[in-house]
C-alpha cells in the first residue's frame, strides 16, 4: 500500500524558508506513471495546489507561487521536497503531499488529479 | 485564476441524493474533462472521489458520480449517508499556464 509522509519544522520565522520533505514507502517515486505535488490548505479555508514534480526533475508551479517555490526529487531516498520563501502569515497551512497519475491531455503528459495523499503536516510562519 | 465557485454548504437527509456543483470558465472546465472531486474529514486528508469529470477510483462507491454541462461540473452522492458529511471540493486543470485550480469547498450535512 502506497504511503506518503510530510516531515519538517512546524514553526518557521517570517522572511525565511518553508522546508519539507514527503518520503513514499510501498512504491518507487521513479514509477514513468506518475508525477508527486504539494497542495496546502490554510486553517479553516480551501485547498491551494502549490507544484508538481516528474522524478526526472520536471517541475510546473502555481503562478501565484513560482517566484517562490522550488519543488526537488531525490530518487535515491524515494523522497521530494518543497522550498517557500520569504514565508509571512499568510503561508501558514496544513500542507500535503500527493501523488498524481500521467495523463495525456492535448499531447501533454502530466499530473492532472491526486490519488493518494499523505496526513499532512502543520506549518505556522510566526516569530 | 480565480478559485472555482461552490455552494458553501448542502444538505439533505438519509437516503435523499444531493448534488454539488462547481462553476468555472471556458479557460478551465468548459474546455477540459479534467475535473476531479475530493472529500474531506475534519483533520483528515483529502480523498479522491472522482477523476476526468466522471470516473470513479476503483473500489469507490457508485453512490458518488459525476457529470458536467459547459462550465459547470456536478458531483452527485444518491443514498445519502451520515459517513458522508464532510467538505467537498472540486478541482479542474486550466491550461499550461495556471495548471491546476481547486473549488472554494462545499460543507455536506447530513440531516
Known amino acids: 500500500q502506497l504511503q506518503l509522509q510530510e516531515s519538517g519544522p512546524g514553526l518557521v520565522n517570517p522572511s525565511e524558508t518553508l522546508s519539507l520533505t514527503c518520503t513514499v514507502s510501498?512504491?518507487?517515486?521513479?514509477?514513468?506513471?506518475?508525477?508527486w505535488g504539494w497542495i496546502r490548505q490554510p486553517p479553516g479555508k480551501g485547498l491551494e495546489w502549490i507544484g508538481t514534480?516528474?522524478?526526472?526533475?520536471?517541475?510546473y508551479y502555481n503562478p501565484s507561487l513560482k517566484s517562490r517555490v522550488t519543488i526537488s526529487v531525490d530518487t535515491s531516498k524515494n523522497q521530494f521536497s518543497l522550498k517557500l520563501s520569504s514565508v509571512t502569515a499568510t503561508d501558514t497551512a496544513m500542507y500535503y503531499c500527493?501523488?498524481?497519475?500521467?495523463?495525456?491531455?492535448?499531447?501533454?503528459?502530466?499530473?492532472?488529479?491526486?490519488?493518494?495523499w499523505g496526513q499532512g503536516t502543520l506549518v505556522t510562519v510566526s516569530s | 485564476q480565480s478559485a472555482l465557485t461552490q455552494p458553501a454548504s448542502v444538505s439533505g437527509s438519509p437516503g435523499q441524493s444531493i448534488t454539488i456543483s462547481c462553476t468555472g470558465t471556458?479557460?478551465?472546465?468548459?474546455?477540459?474533462?479534467?475535473v476531479s472531486w475530493y472529500q474531506q474529514h475534519p483533520g483528515k486528508a483529502p480523498k479522491l472521489m472522482i477523476y476526468?469529470?466522471?470516473k470513479r477510483p476503483s473500489g469507490l462507491s457508485n453512490r458518488f458520480s459525476g457529470s458536467k454541462s459547459g462550465n459547470t461540473a456536478s458531483l452527485t452522492i444518491s443514498g445519502l449517508q451520515a459517513e458522508d458529511e464532510a467538505d467537498y471540493y472540486c478541482?479542474?486543470?486550466?491550461?499550461?499556464?495556471?495548471?491546476?485550480?481547486f473549488g472554494t469547498g462545499t460543507q455536506v450535512t447530513v440531516l
Open positions: 510501498g512504491g518507487s517515486i521513479s514509477r514513468t506513471t506518475h508525477y
Open positions: 471556458s479557460s478551465d472546465v468548459g474546455t477540459y474533462n479534467l
Open positions: 514534480i516528474y522524478f526526472s526533475g520536471s517541475t
Open positions: 478541482c479542474s486543470y486550466a491550461g499550461s499556464t495556471t495548471f491546476e485550480v
Open positions: 500527493a501523488r498524481s497519475p500521467m495523463s495525456t491531455v492535448f499531447g501533454v503528459r502530466q499530473g492532472y488529479y491526486f490519488d493518494y
Open positions: 476526468e469529470d466522471n
